[in-house]
């Protein structure tokens, strides 16, 4: 587990980028075997030594962007796209760099996880509050953001929903992961920014869960006994066989990764009853249409 | 042996009136599907799963190979149908977790147009075809909740999603050894028998033709899941009577017109492809 604190202090150093390490580690383990290229090899490719590279590749070192590429080049890997997404993922890994250096410390675990959830083959999401913000419109989201920050300047709001709607572009790139939300009845019908806002924010919820990636799935008051047990969370999983999924929660203060197969089982088993106990995606389409005609 | 297809137990399982699939997920008890998954490599299994499939896998480690392999066989049978065949319209029965190359996948790739009916029994598998086994524009893929026991009701059903007076592909992929020799041959000439000339059969299951594989299935029925019966290659053919056998026949699933760079590997599941005169 790790926690992602909002001051930045040691949890966050020590732990918050757990993830992004792991996963970097996980996938260059895989290039190497995959290139027959021993410890020892690869160690001497970056001036260091055999158990450096093991502990890289066990996630428990600080790495080094061109450690990463070189190693990278070492082992045969071109493709461009596989190589930026690490280098993303070095970057991630050494985020508590960022935090000392922004000091807008939410933004930053935020942006973290945005790098996982941009690595994700497979998002699950549960949303007790609001419309998940991977289909947020404008007045959405700004009305939301003005609920975490009354005190923030207008530029700073502009600055937080144009990251939340930056986030979007994950829906329309070449290869977007499936995303699969389940939502509470509340969620719907509470009029965040009011009617008009709520309105128009249902008619983008019906045009997104259209895609062919996209399902959403309604929990109706009428059975709303999972829903009330506990709040949001998201699911993660990568296309990777041997990297583990991810449950992630949000709080108001700080984020919670969740990597432990015992954790990552009850609440994968908490989202499989929500999902199970949620109208089909069909039944949930029609549900959004008859509420977008009601308000 | 189990299935990669879902436990096909219990009432037959209509969408509720509310259109939700019900709850019935039990996480206490072994479960076929999540289990095959295990195997499989996948992720959506759990603890009471995992245990059982490792239990399998210590008297009879080639379990794994077992799985992989009969899947590969789910992948070029519809490859073949869609191919050769040019089968448009699948009814794949007892559908299963999703895992990397599914039914509408493999179809689709091979003519986007083509149209799968995935049927389940299984709130937590139907669940997620609907959310994750979704169809190529061109095509499209339906989901039905029902019991294989009941295949008057699937036919019916069937009969408003898919041209009936085109050919269909019948699939029954590692789901008959969940039911005795008196309850799978009718089963099977039932729902045969509602399919056009032309249509085509496929199955593959688990096969008695290994002592040590023997062993291992008879402590996995006595671990609470939903019990699976090993057949002869005899019992095999039985299924394929009246139908006119696709080259190599019913042979155990590697040799079943196998990839030019399939390792060769012993595999005690059989299998056929047949078409309907």
């Not at chain 2, 490792?54 to 490859?79: C, E, H, N």
């Not at chain 2, 937590?124 to 609907?130: D, G, K, S």
Request: proline share 6%.
């Amino acid at each position: 587990m790790s926690t992602v604190e909002r001051d930045g202090g040691p949890a966050a150093d020590a732990l918050g980028p757990t993830v992004p390490r792991l996963l970097l580690g996980i996938q260059l383990h895989r290039f190497r075997e995959a290139a027959g290229v021993s410890p020892e090899q690869a160690g001497y490719e970056i001036r260091a030594s055999r158990s450096k590279i093991s502990r890289m590749e066990n996630g428990r070192v600080r790495f080094k962007e061109r450690d990463v590429t070189d190693l990278l080049t070492l082992y045969g890997v071109t493709d461009a796209k596989t190589r930026a997404g690490l280098v993303a993922l070095v970057r991630q890994a050494n985020s508590p760099g960022w935090w000392s250096k922004y000091g807008d410390i939410m933004a930053d675990w935020f942006e973290a996880y945005l790098g996982l959830e941009m690595a994700a083959s497979v998002i699950r999401t549960f949303e007790l509050q609001f419309v998940h913000g991977l289909f947020q419109t404008e007045d959405y989201a700004r009305a939301v953001t003005l609920l975490g920050h009354t005190t923030a300047s207008a530029a700073e709001i502009d600055r937080r929903v144009n990251m939340r709607l930056k986030r979007q572009d994950l829906l329309t790139g070449p290869e977007p992961p499936q995303v699969w939300s389940v939502i509470d009845e509340g969620a719907l019908r509470r009029p965040v920014g009011g009617t008009a806002v709520m309105q128009a924010q249902l008619k983008r919820l019906i045009e997104v869960a259209q895609r062919r990636h996209v399902t959403v799935q309604v929990v109706p008051f009428s059975r709303g006994g999972h829903a009330a047990a506990g709040g949001s969370f998201t699911v993660l999983r990568f296309g990777e066989p041997e990297v583990p999924d991810v449950v992630y929660i949000e709080q108001l203060t700080s984020a919670l990764y969740l990597d432990k197969r015992e954790d990552v089982d009850h609440y994968m088993e908490v989202m499989n009853h929500l999902s199970t106990e949620a109208l089909t995606p069909a039944q949930s389409m029609r549900f959004l249409a008859d509420l977008s005609r009601e308000t | 042996m189990t299935d990669d297809r879902s436990q096909t137990q219990g009432e037959p399982g209509p969408e509720r009136p509310d259109g939700t699939a019900g709850t019935a997920i039990d996480t206490t008890v072994p479960h076929s599907a999540r289990i095959w998954n295990y195997w499989l490599g996948g992720k959506d299994n759990y603890a009471v799963d995992r245990q059982a499939g490792d239990q399998y896998k210590d008297i009879f480690p080639g379990i794994a190979v077992v799985a992989q392999t009969s899947r590969a066989f789910l992948t070029r049978a519809v490859r073949y149908l869609a191919g050769q065949a040019g089968i448009r319209q699948f009814l794949d029965i007892g559908t299963g977790l999703p895992t990397a190359d599914n039914t509408h996948q493999v179809a689709q790739r091979v003519a986007p147009e083509s149209r799968i009916v995935y049927v389940d029994n299984d709130p937590l598998v139907l669940a997620h075809a609907r959310a994750l086994l979704t169809s190529a524009p061109e095509g499209s893929t339906e989901y039905l909740a029902a019991d294989i026991r009941n295949p008057a009701a699937i036919l019916d059903a069937a009969a408003g999603l898919l041209d009936f007076t085109q050919p269909i592909a019948l699939m029954l992929m590692g789901i008959m050894g969940h039911f005795t020799d008196e309850e799978a041959y009718p089963i099977v000439s039932r729902l045969l028998a509602g399919l056009p000339s032309g249509s085509y059969f496929a199955l593959y299951d688990g096969a008695d033709t290994n002592e040590a594989f023997n062993e291992a299935q008879r402590g996995y029925n006595d671990s609470g899941a939903v019990p699976y019966h090993l057949r002869s290659p005899e019992q095999f053919a039985r299924f394929f009577e009246g139908l006119e056998l696709v080259e190599p026949g019913v042979v155990p699933v590697p040799h079943w017109r196998p990839d030019p760079d399939a390792p060769a590997v012993e595999i005690y599941s059989y299998c056929g492809v047949g078409r309907k005169p």
